[in-house]
């Protein structure tokens, strides 16, 4: 029986009439309808003749394979783990910098590398600590007065606590609500949409940083190396600095 979701390819139809093949490929083309491309194709070469051999009347271009489901991967964990590894990778280059460079005037939605980082930083705490339902936490000062090495540190703490938050969302538990204590009040925001809002907060301001990186004697890294398994040997050694497994994140 094939896997639920997934259209089984016709059987050979060898000593059969022309009329006969129509009639069954008629009805293999009905139980794929409305399916990808690739299932017509696969369908489609299960009845072409490739090649004549004495043995045999048709050969198949590529054997029918049925979907094989795998269970969803937590998105929310896989993102804070992505934030993890691309942070290490950005402060890992941001280290090289000098004193002067880290907090030179530059071009970007903060006027240097410094406020941005610190931006960052702020940020995720003032979110994490709503979504901890601690209003008081939201409230914190700005950590602008901090060195680089205390900017690190923090960061480094704060992406943690948001990989251990989000081992926790799973089931409904997304759709719960919480408040957020802002300017023009108190507000009620869904774990799941504050969470991706989260997420696109980072990267729009990694990539910031990034481009200031480009102004300086620092090549920015590659942060976009962490989800394809295909680029696995590319992400090892940061892997193991920071204790992670593949397994860890496709769970």
């Known amino acids: 029986?094939?896997?639920?979701?997934?259209?089984?390819a016709p059987k050979p139809a060898t000593g059969l009439s022309l009329k006969q093949r129509m009639h069954r490929f008629t009805a293999a083309a009905r139980?794929?309808?409305?399916?990808?491309?690739?299932?017509?194709?696969?369908a489609e070469a299960a009845h072409a003749p490739v090649k004549q051999t004495p043995a045999t009347a048709l050969d198949y271009a590529e054997p029918?394979?049925?979907?094989?489901?795998?269970?969803?991967m937590n998105y929310f964990l896989a993102q804070a783990f992505n934030n993890l590894w691309a942070n290490?990778?950005?402060?890992?280059?941001?280290?090289?910098?000098?004193?002067?460079e880290y907090k030179a005037p530059r071009t970007?939605?903060?006027?240097?590398?410094?406020?941005?980082?610190?931006?960052?930083?702020?940020?995720?705490?003032?979110?994490?600590?709503?979504?901890?339902g601690d209003l008081a936490g939201q409230a914190l000062p700005s950590c602008s007065s901090r060195t680089f090495l205390e900017v690190a540190s923090g960061q480094r703490s704060t992406d943690r606590a948001l990989v251990e938050f989000c081992k926790g969302v799973v089931g409904e538990n997304p759709s719960r609500s919480v408040r957020l204590d802002r300017a023009e009040g108190l507000f009620e925001e869904r774990i799941d949409r504050i969470l991706l809002h989260l997420?696109?907060?980072?990267?729009?301001?990694?990539?910031?940083?990034?481009?200031?990186?480009?102004?300086?004697?620092?090549?920015?890294?590659?942060?976009?190396?962490?989800?394809?398994?295909?680029?696995g040997r590319l992400r090892e050694e940061e892997m193991h600095v920071l204790g992670l497994s593949e397994a860890d994140i496709w769970q």
């Open 1 to 8: 029986m094939p896997t639920m979701g997934c259209a089984a």
């Open 108 to 132: 970007g939605f903060f006027p240097s590398i410094q406020s941005t980082l610190c931006h960052i930083l702020d940020v995720d705490d003032y979110y994490l600590a709503a979504l901890s």
């Open 88 to 100: 290490h990778r950005l402060l890992t280059a941001c280290e090289a910098l000098s004193e002067v």
């Open 64 to 72: 029918y394979r049925p979907c094989v489901r795998r269970p969803a």
């Open 199 to 231: 997420f696109e907060h980072q990267i729009h301001h990694r990539g910031q940083v990034h481009a200031m990186l480009s102004g300086t004697r620092v090549a920015p890294p590659q942060l976009d190396e962490f989800f394809l398994h295909a680029d």
């Open 31 to 42: 139980q794929i309808a409305g399916k990808p491309r690739s299932y017509a194709l696969r």
